[in-house]
């Protein structure tokens, strides 16, 4: 248990589909981040919610991107009409003192 | 100037060797310098982190040196174990930023 749930673990959508997840940190975090790991690299940063409002956007986010945190605690993050390039591991974290809590990420596969 | 350049890519070594793993900075406004372990189907998790006021940190068989003029610093795993075969990532941030940068990763196997 990481202390940060990401719910589905897996999924796999036919291309064009719209797709949502979901992070839920166990206990209260002001901050939480999305980040997207592809195949072979680090995690690149996507966005990053201050309580309810969404402070950073990657350029990566593109339009078909939307995460929200409503009331502060879990977040979604979805996808829009999604892309073979969609492809990826996409991972939520909280901060701690020293460094970040990551949840075990959902791995979207596009096909 | 936001990249971080780590190497190897992959590293093979036998049960209690030393593992090295380097990474390479450009900005020089990053302060904080962790590393991350990952294990298949599970997201990174925090192994060790330093900041640049100090040249080494040692925490049970994990050891990061740090050189501040080169901009470079380094994972020593001391008595590598299978159990450590893994992908470590090294990172960078900077005071009051919101985001961490990445290296590309390296994997490790330790052979028995």
């Known amino acids: 248990d990481t202390g940060v749930s990401q719910d589905p673990r897996h999924k796999i959508t036919k291309r064009g589909q719209n797709v949502t997840f979901r992070c839920d940190p166990i206990?209260?975090?002001?901050?939480l981040y999305w980040y997207r790991q592809t195949l072979g690299q680090g995690p690149e940063f996507l966005t990053y919610?201050?309580?309810?409002?969404?402070?950073?956007k990657s350029r990566l986010l593109s339009d078909r991107f939307s995460a929200e945190r409503p009331k502060g605690s879990f977040s979604t993050l979805e996808i829009q009409r999604t892309e073979q390039g969609d492809s990826a591991m996409y991972l939520c974290?909280?901060?701690?003192?020293?460094?970040?809590?990551f949840g075990s990420g959902t791995r979207l596969t596009v096909v | 100037q936001q990249q971080v350049k780590q190497s190897p890519q992959s590293l093979i070594v036998q049960k209690g060797g030393i593992s090295i793993i380097n990474c390479a900075y450009e900005?020089?406004?990053?302060?904080?310098f962790p590393w991350y372990q990952q294990f298949p189907g599970k997201g990174p998790a925090l192994l060790i982190a330093?900041?640049?006021?100090?040249s080494e940190k040692k925490e049970g068989r994990f050891t990061i040196s740090f050189n501040k003029s080169a901009k470079q610093f380094s994972l020593h795993i001391m008595d590598s174990q299978p159990g450590d075969s893994a992908t470590y990532f090294c990172?960078?941030?900077?005071?009051?930023?919101?985001?961490?940068?990445f290296g590309a990763g390296t994997r490790l196997f330790v052979k028995a």
């Open positions: 974290a909280t901060t701690g003192a020293l460094g970040y809590t």
């Open positions: 206990s209260e975090h002001n901050r």
């Open positions: 919610f201050q309580n309810e409002a969404q402070l950073e």
């Open positions: 900005n020089t406004a990053f302060d904080y």
């Open positions: 330093i900041r640049p006021d100090v």
């Open positions: 990172a960078a941030s900077k005071a009051g930023g919101f985001k961490t940068i």
